[in-house]
């Protein structure tokens, strides 16, 4: 217990250590502006309230024992985006005034030992460059400021129109809308989720899809949105299938019996939302004398993510004949077995990626995320053999509590024959 407690003790010394040699480098910028007083001022009240709130709610949950993985997103999330930002925007600072201490360092050692006047040799720091590091680092401050309160519930309406040569004639002009990742734990205004829900209804899809991550970690999450989310509506139908949050493989359960009762739970609230949950398993949807195959896989992901997804299972019974739609949570499922499978699959729909809810989108002209780096289909539609895939970018968040240039999307489809 002592151990641990000295273990605790020097990783906040650390932290406290750290944070200060950044603050007092950081401040450099500031102080050679000194004539600025109302600068430093608003530096340092900006400084307090953010350090302040964020320990306060940091202290509280500790005394208070409170399950942090359950708090995380109404309590702390935004107090802690807050102070990453503010501490990224020091770093920013500290990167210009280390490239000016290097040159400095060369030019006071230069004229220490060439130069014959009486002054001092030290080369004091130019005002110019401390007013540029504080001008660019502050540059992303108000995009992260406007993603954190109104950037994760800008919801956004993508159309998307495919053709295919062997649609069936009856489903000519069928609409499908595709959501995904709503992790619903870290929603908290319910007024703009019911808009968000409100603005799916509109669309009046045949076809409500929605391909998982339907929590961060736990079914309870999903409690008190039940209610709303069951006012969903389609022609044909809700379905779904899991994502890789959705096992409650990322928290400590007290036993395996726990996390079990767990999972259970979110497929019995998912069944009474009224989604119908495909668990490597397909259906027909029927139009007349049509169909066309619904094909549900667990997750599947490359790398480290789990790989429940049996896309041989899920096919039992269907034929290449057949138009199938797949449903899979993670792209890279498609990138890696789908696409070259001896099975034809028209379309796949995923989410995951987020669009690392942060990037640069401008309609005809750009699309950017670093996410691109780690996953090669990251958002939007892509054909590869004449297989489309539909990437959506979330409804919800994760990690980082609001979305910069990339919006939560609602994927509307539209299926045409060629």
């Not at 340092?44 to 409170?66: D, E, K, M, P, S």
């Not at 994760?152 to 993508?158: A, D, G, I, K, S």
């Not at 359960?253 to 398993?281: A, P, R, V």
């Not at 049996?310 to 138009?323: E, H, P, R, V, Y």
Request: hydrophobic residues 45%.
């Amino acid at each position: 217990m002592a151990s641990n407690l000295k273990i605790i003790i020097l990783r906040w010394i650390f932290i406290i250590v750290v944070f200060l040699l950044i603050e007092i480098y950081a401040f450099q910028a500031f102080k050679t502006l000194s004539k600025n007083n109302w600068i430093i001022k608003t530096y340092t009240i900006i400084n307090v309230i953010v350090f302040a709130n964020f320990f306060f709610r940091l202290f509280n949950i500790y005394f208070q024992n409170l399950d942090y993985s359950d708090i995380f997103y109404n309590y702390l999330s935004v107090p802690f985006a807050l102070l990453f930002t503010l501490l990224c925007f020091k770093l920013i600072i500290i990167s210009f005034l280390f490239f000016e201490d290097v040159i400095r360092i060369i030019e006071s050692t230069i004229k220490f030992f060439f130069s014959s006047s009486s002054d001092s040799f030290l080369v004091q720091r130019r005002e110019f460059l401390s007013k540029l590091a504080i001008l660019v680092a502050s540059i992303p401050i108000p995009f992260v400021i406007h993603g954190i309160f109104k950037g994760r519930y800008n919801y956004r309406v993508f159309n998307y129109e495919l053709k295919f040569d062997d649609l069936p004639d009856d489903f000519d002009g069928y609409q499908i809308t595709h959501i995904s990742d709503i992790h619903s734990g870290s929603l908290n205004n319910r007024e703009s989720v019911k808009y968000a829900v409100d603005l799916i209804n509109k669309q009046k899809s045949n076809l409500i899809l929605f391909t998982g991550d339907i929590v961060n970690n736990k079914a309870d999450e999903l409690i008190k949105w039940k209610t709303l989310f069951s006012d969903l509506k389609a022609i044909d139908g809700k379905y779904s299938v899991l994502g890789n949050h959705d096992y409650g493989d990322y928290v400590q359960w007290n036993s395996e019996k726990e996390k079990k009762l767990n999972f259970q739970l979110l497929l019995d609230i998912q069944n009474e939302m009224g989604f119908n949950l495909l668990l490597n398993q397909n259906t027909k949807i029927y139009k007349n004398n049509s169909t066309i195959s619904l094909v549900g896989v667990e997750n599947w992901g490359k790398g480290r993510f789990k790989k429940k997804g049996d896309i041989d299972k899920a096919i039992l019974g269907l034929t290449n004949s057949d138009f199938k739609i797949v449903m899979s949570h993670d792209p890279s499922h498609w990138d890696k077995v789908l696409i070259d499978h001896k099975t034809h699959f028209h379309l796949t729909l995923s989410g995951h990626t987020h669009g690392m809810q942060f990037g640069i989108e401008i309609p005809g002209w750009i699309k950017w995320s670093p996410v691109k780096w780690a996953y090669k289909y990251w958002a939007g539609v892509y054909n590869k053999n004449k297989q489309f895939l539909n990437v959506n970018r979330g409804f919800g968040v994760l990690g980082f509590p609001g979305r910069v240039g990339v919006y939560p999307e609602i994927s509307v489809i539209k299926l045409k024959k060629s």
